[in-house]
């Protein structure tokens, strides 16, 4: 059985850090593209950054660059995903997913085979 377990959402101020942690069982943690994608109320579901299974290639969305960081820690099964510079418009649900699609292909969530429950993250102004 797949789980991915999301953590480390919450309230925060504009301005403020925030890391969310992502924790993967019942797969194959190393042979697994990440992604983490968010939904805010309305809209769809964007990707917001992906890391390929070495972690050598990293991919974000144009929103996030310079202000988020993603990475992996294969021994512990688990994903990373480094927030600065919060703005409000990051307010969203923050889903940690897993697919076996190479990196290099696994830019949309109808890539992606696994998905977490869901972490909020809410930014004030």
């Known amino acids: 059985q797949v789980q991915l377990v999301e953590s480390g959402g919450g309230l925060v101020q504009a301005g403020d850090s925030l890391r969310l942690s992502c924790a993967a069982s019942?797969?194959?943690?190393?042979?697994?593209?990440m992604g983490w994608f968010r939904q805010a109320p309305g809209k769809e579901r964007e990707i917001v950054s992906r890391?390929?299974?070495?972690?050598?290639?990293?991919f974000f969305g144009d929103s996030v660059k310079g202000r988020f960081t993603i990475s992996r820690d294969n021994a512990k099964n688990t994903v990373y995903l480094q927030m600065g510079s919060l703005k409000p418009e990051d307010t969203a649900v923050y889903y940690c997913?897993?697919?076996?699609?190479?990196?290099?292909?696994?830019?949309?969530?109808?890539?992606?085979?696994?998905w977490g429950q869901g972490t909020q993250v809410t930014v004030s102004s």
């Open positions: 890391i390929s299974s070495n972690g050598g290639s990293q």
């Open positions: 019942g797969i194959t943690f190393t042979t697994y593209t």
């Open positions: 997913a897993a697919t076996s699609v190479p990196a290099v292909l696994a830019d949309t969530h109808r890539h992606y085979n696994y």
